[in-house]
């Protein structure tokens, strides 16, 4: 390898030109085949038996997620005006491409069952908009008197009512979004118009993390930039390095684009993510080139170059192979955004592998070598050796009180990480202050809730959802859900057309608002309503041989707590639809979201247990020892479990967005521990002094680590900018990360190494 790179100092200006004409071809497909994934069904593998029952549910009874447009007016709805305007805002709704007509649900469109003295009556509520006080009046009571929409599209205080529109999810796009968001900017004033629902959820994300991309990227920069200077004294350094990382996330985006991948939230930290990682590289080549020139000032550049690639090639490949297989470990979990985030960092970072080793140096030996200040009246390393030795000397004294200091911190950690919960909302990708949370909040206070839950009943035999004692226990099972949670705001099924029939054939009484004993006559009334209303609403909730149902439960969360809080309920009705013969399912963007979940939880296991093993048998591959494969493995083990401890402390929950967190943690940590280990090893076998080695690694590579872990943690806190918490979160608790990786190996990995006294085979004085 080292012959093979040295080969490329010879032609440094053809090197930058094929560089170049690689980064112009990757710039096509980026501009011309780059595209957001916002549909949230997106983000998960659609072969999951959970997501093809769910599917094949949601084609049986048209289950599309809607956009909820709520309208509120602080003196009541029942205004002329304002009913007005919910009929215009209907119609509008109904002739935008892509939505349905008899998919738009307002007080306009709702139909009112009710009886009359010929019988059962299905009637809109109003055609034409009342104007006398005894026409508001007279619809102020009939929605007052209908269980189906009051309190569901009518708030209790009567001052806001919804308009909702379902969408399949190949009819939404970003056009459609902007189009009933442009609706509601239209009618507002004196209202107050609010929208919400995961189709918004969706276009939000949408039209927020490209911003979000475009702002952040250039801060990173920025930063990356003034802390390099700083750290590296060299506008040449800083510059080539930080071309390295640049041309890493253009090939990265280019490729993603050339293959079709589509770039998801999460995506969007991927050039903050490469920036702060790929100057890792470049900053331990220039700190052994500084080291090398300083000892050999009169070296020409050639011979300091290949110095250079002599000594850093082969820990460089291996830190950079180590954080590749970090993120590439994150192939184990079935979610895409996670599993393309990790496919792709791990590309990035071997390009900005690849480059530091070919790029860098061809760009010393066409500018030359940086000009740092070499002070001729101070040996190499003075200062640095004596801060060195008094940290050794003082890690080696106190080395007890550091084992038992890391013991505590690990149990307080231990305890932390079983308090770790996992969030499959995407409306917690949102700050409590955005238009969209406040809008999902205020209707969720109004009403039953914007986030929606099925459950799916099947039977063997026809017309077993005329069963009375079926729909009896369906109703319980509604009812009993209802009370025992507040997170649950109302349910629909059925069981509620019966029981609205079965009132209004008996003169409005109250006492009939029940399940009839007699399936006859339940079968009358459904025949009734099959001829005075619209029997496609009834396929909705009841298939056409009544074989199958629906029980859709509006939830005021879509955290997977929320909706397992539900199905805890649900699952105790388990064993009595089973005694009837009914089979018991789950469908719905809800269900969908709590299987997300899991699948999150059980990609961030393997991930954690693949990246480590990998770690360690490279580790041991390269040293040639399973012991040296295990120490080195100690500073991430310790940070991982210091990560997920703080999350749990803080309530942090495991997200897509937090779940990359072990694999950062574990594929950049690493480095530190190889540069470490590398530069003892050489030492060690120098001076057969292991407290010696221990000052002079310090001294050498405990710089260039302490430089790596300032740019990284300092890349990292550019995502406290972002507008989305979870990338705040993540950007925080990366940086702890790296400050504990950091710790942990000149402090625990040093003792280890020194303890074990590993790679000394005898002892000998040691001379200047």
Same mark, same amino acid.
């Given at each position: 390898?080292?012959?093979?790179?040295?080969?490329?100092?010879?032609h440094?200006?053809?090197?930058?030109?094929?560089?170049?004409?690689?980064s112009?071809?990757?710039?096509?497909?980026?501009?011309?085949?780059t595209?957001?994934?916002?549909?949230?069904d997106e983000y998960?593998?659609?072969?999951?038996?959970?997501?093809v029952?769910?599917?094949?549910?949601?084609?049986?009874?048209?289950?599309?997620?809607g956009?909820i447009?709520?309208i509120?007016n602080?003196?009541?709805?029942?205004q002329?005006?304002?009913?007005?305007?919910?009929?215009?805002?209907?119609?509008?709704?109904?002739?935008?491409?892509?939505?349905?007509k008899?998919?738009?649900?307002?007080?306009?469109?709702?139909?009112?069952?009710?009886?009359?003295?010929?019988?059962?009556?299905?009637?809109?509520f109003?055609n034409?908009?009342?104007?006398?006080?005894?026409?508001?009046e007279a619809l102020r009571?009939?929605v007052?008197?209908?269980?189906?929409f009051?309190r569901?599209?009518?708030s209790?205080d009567?001052?806001?009512?919804?308009?909702?529109?379902?969408?399949?999810?190949n009819?939404?796009?970003?056009?459609?979004y902007?189009?009933?968001?442009?609706?509601?900017?239209?009618?507002?004033?004196?209202?107050?118009?609010?929208?919400?629902?995961?189709?918004v959820?969706?276009?939000?994300?949408?039209a927020l993390?490209?911003?979000d991309?475009?702002?952040?990227?250039?801060i990173?920069?920025?930063?990356?930039?003034?802390?390099l200077?700083?750290l590296?004294?060299?506008?040449?350094?800083?510059?080539?390095?930080?071309?390295?990382?640049?041309?890493?996330?253009?090939w990265?985006f280019g490729?993603?684009?050339?293959?079709?991948?589509?770039?998801?939230?999460?995506?969007?930290?991927l050039?903050?993510?490469?920036? =702060?990682?790929?100057?890792?590289?470049?900053?331990?080549?220039f700190?052994?080139?500084?080291?090398?020139?300083?000892?050999f000032?009169?070296?020409d550049?050639?011979?300091?170059?290949?110095?250079?690639i002599?000594?850093?090639?082969?820990?460089?490949?291996?830190?950079?192979?180590?954080?590749?297989?970090?993120?590439?470990?994150?192939?184990?979990?079935?979610?895409?955004?996670?599993?393309?985030f990790g496919?792709?960092t791990?590309?990035?970072?071997?390009v900005?592998?690849?480059?530091?080793?070919?790029?860098?140096?061809?760009?010393?030996?066409?500018?030359?070598?940086?000009?740092?200040?070499?002070?001729?009246?101070?040996?190499?390393?003075?200062v640095?050796?004596?801060?060195?030795?008094?940290?050794s000397?003082?890690?080696l004294?106190?080395?007890s009180?550091?084992?038992?200091?890391?013991?505590i911190?690990?149990?307080?950690?231990?305890?932390?990480?079983s308090q770790?919960?996992?969030?499959?909302?995407?409306?917690?990708?949102?700050?409590?202050?955005?238009?969209?949370?406040?809008?999902?909040?205020?209707?969720?206070?109004?009403?039953g809730?914007?986030?929606?839950?099925?459950?799916?009943?099947?039977?063997?035999?026809?017309?077993a959802?005329?069963n009375?004692?079926?729909?009896?226990?369906m109703?319980?099972?509604?009812?009993?859900?209802?009370?025992?949670?507040?997170v649950?705001?109302?349910?629909?099924?059925?069981?509620?057309?019966?029981?609205?029939?079965?009132m209004v054939?008996? =003169?409005?009484?109250?006492?009939?608002?029940?399940?009839?004993?007699?399936?006859d006559?339940?079968a009358?009334?459904?025949?009734l309503?099959e001829?005075?209303?619209?029997?496609?609403?009834?396929?909705?909730?009841?298939d056409?041989?009544?074989?199958?149902?629906?029980?859709?439960f509006?939830?005021?969360?879509?955290s997977?707590?929320?909706?397992k809080s539900?199905?805890?309920?649900?699952?105790?009705?388990k064993?009595?639809f089973?005694?009837?013969?009914?089979t018991?399912?789950?469908?719905?963007?809800?269900?969908?979201?709590?299987?997300?979940?899991?699948?999150?939880?059980?990609?961030?296991?393997?991930?954690?247990?693949?990246?480590?093993?990998?770690?360690?048998?490279?580790?041991?591959?390269?040293?040639?020892?399973?012991?040296?494969?295990?120490?080195?493995a100690?500073?991430?083990?310790?940070?991982?479990?210091?990560s997920?401890?703080i999350?749990?402390i803080?309530?942090?929950?495991?997200?897509?967005?937090?779940?990359?967190?072990?694999?950062?943690?574990?594929?950049?940590?690493?480095?530190y521990?190889?540069?470490?280990?590398?530069?003892?090893?050489?030492?060690?076998? #120098?001076?057969?002094?292991a407290?010696?080695?221990?000052e002079? #690694?310090?001294?050498?590579?405990?710089?260039?680590?302490?430089?790596?872990?300032?740019?990284?943690?300092?890349?990292?806190?550019?995502?406290?900018?972002?507008?989305?918490p979870p990338?705040r =979160?993540?950007?925080?608790?990366?940086?702890?990360?790296?400050?504990?990786?950091?710790?942990?190996t000149?402090?625990?990995?040093?003792?280890?190494?020194?303890?074990s006294?590993?790679?000394?085979?005898?002892?000998?004085?040691y001379e200047?």
């Amino acid at each position: 390898m080292y012959r093979f790179l040295t080969k490329f100092l010879k032609h440094p200006f053809i090197v930058v030109g094929i560089i170049l004409l690689i980064s112009i071809g990757f710039m096509y497909p980026l501009k011309t085949n780059t595209r957001i994934e916002t549909d949230l069904d997106e983000y998960m593998p659609q072969s999951n038996p959970a997501f093809v029952y769910s599917n094949q549910a949601e084609e049986w009874f048209s289950i599309n997620d809607g956009i909820i447009i709520a309208i509120e007016n602080t003196n009541g709805i029942y205004q002329s005006d304002t009913l007005e305007k919910i009929k215009d805002i209907t119609k509008e709704l109904q002739s935008i491409e892509g939505i349905d007509k008899n998919d738009v649900t307002s007080l306009y469109t709702a139909d009112n069952i009710s009886g009359s003295e010929w019988g059962l009556e299905v009637d809109a509520f109003y055609n034409k908009v009342p104007t006398s006080e005894k026409g508001l009046e007279a619809l102020r009571d009939d929605v007052r008197n209908n269980d189906m929409f009051y309190r569901r599209i009518v708030s209790e205080d009567e001052k806001t009512t919804l308009i909702i529109a379902t969408i399949s999810d190949n009819s939404f796009s970003q056009d459609l979004y902007h189009q009933i968001l442009k609706i509601a900017d239209d009618y507002e004033v004196p209202e107050t118009i609010y929208v919400a629902g995961r189709p918004v959820v969706e276009g939000s994300l949408a039209a927020l993390a490209p911003a979000d991309m475009a702002k952040m990227v250039p801060i990173v920069i920025l930063v990356i930039v003034i802390v390099l200077f700083l750290l590296m004294q060299s506008v040449l350094a800083t510059v080539l390095t930080l071309l390295v990382v640049l041309f890493s996330v253009l090939w990265s985006f280019g490729l993603m684009s050339a293959l079709n991948i589509p770039i998801y939230a999460v995506s969007t930290m991927l050039p903050v993510m490469l920036i =702060a990682i790929g100057v890792a590289d470049g900053i331990h080549l220039f700190n052994h080139l500084k080291h090398y020139k300083k000892e050999f000032i009169h070296a020409d550049k050639t011979t300091c170059l290949k110095e250079m690639i002599q000594g850093m090639w082969k820990p460089v490949i291996m830190t950079s192979v180590t954080t590749s297989i970090g993120f590439i470990s994150l192939l184990s979990s079935q979610v895409y955004p996670i599993k393309y985030f990790g496919i792709f960092t791990a590309f990035g970072v071997l390009v900005a592998m690849s480059l530091s080793l070919i790029l860098i140096p061809a760009g010393v030996m066409i500018f030359g070598i940086p000009r740092w200040k070499m002070d001729q009246t101070q040996k190499d390393g003075d200062v640095e050796n004596t801060f060195s030795k008094r940290f050794s000397v003082w890690l080696l004294k106190n080395s007890s009180l550091t084992i038992v200091l890391t013991a505590i911190i690990i149990a307080i950690s231990l305890w932390g990480t079983s308090q770790v919960w996992i969030d499959s909302s995407f409306l917690s990708q949102f700050e409590k202050t955005s238009d969209i949370t406040i809008a999902d909040t205020y209707i969720n206070d109004k009403f039953g809730g914007t986030s929606t839950m099925n459950v799916i009943f099947d039977s063997e035999s026809e017309d077993a959802f005329k069963n009375p004692e079926v729909l009896k226990l369906m109703s319980t099972l509604q009812d009993d859900v209802e009370s025992s949670l507040d997170v649950v705001g109302n349910s629909f099924s059925l069981t509620d057309y019966i029981k609205r029939m079965n009132m209004v054939m008996n =003169a409005d009484d109250e006492e009939f608002n029940t399940i009839p004993d007699s399936q006859d006559l339940i079968a009358q009334y459904l025949l009734l309503y099959e001829m005075s209303g619209d029997p496609e609403k009834l396929l909705q909730v009841v298939d056409y041989s009544y074989m199958k149902a629906n029980i859709t439960f509006q939830l005021k969360s879509d955290s997977s707590v929320a909706i397992k809080s539900a199905m805890s309920i649900i699952e105790n009705y388990k064993p009595e639809f089973d005694d009837l013969g009914i089979t018991m399912n789950y469908a719905g963007s809800g269900y969908r979201a709590l299987v997300f979940s899991d699948l999150i939880l059980e990609g961030q296991i393997y991930s954690i247990l693949i990246s480590l093993i990998m770690v360690i048998i490279l580790l041991s591959m390269m040293f040639k020892s399973l012991k040296i494969g295990l120490i080195g493995a100690v500073p991430n083990i310790i940070t991982v479990c210091i990560s997920f401890g703080i999350m749990g402390i803080l309530k942090i929950p495991l997200s897509t967005t937090t779940a990359l967190l072990t694999s950062i943690a574990i594929g950049i940590g690493i480095d530190y521990a190889i540069h470490f280990i590398e530069r003892y090893k050489i030492y060690a076998e #120098t001076t057969g002094d292991a407290e010696k080695a221990l000052e002079m #690694t310090i001294s050498h590579s405990g710089r260039a680590i302490l430089f790596n872990a300032i740019v990284v943690i300092a890349g990292f806190m550019v995502l406290l900018f972002s507008v989305f918490p979870p990338n705040r =979160a993540l950007g925080a608790l990366v940086s702890l990360n790296m400050f504990t990786s950091f710790l942990g190996t000149l402090t625990i990995m040093a003792l280890l190494l020194v303890k074990s006294k590993i790679f000394i085979k005898k002892e000998k004085n040691y001379e200047e």
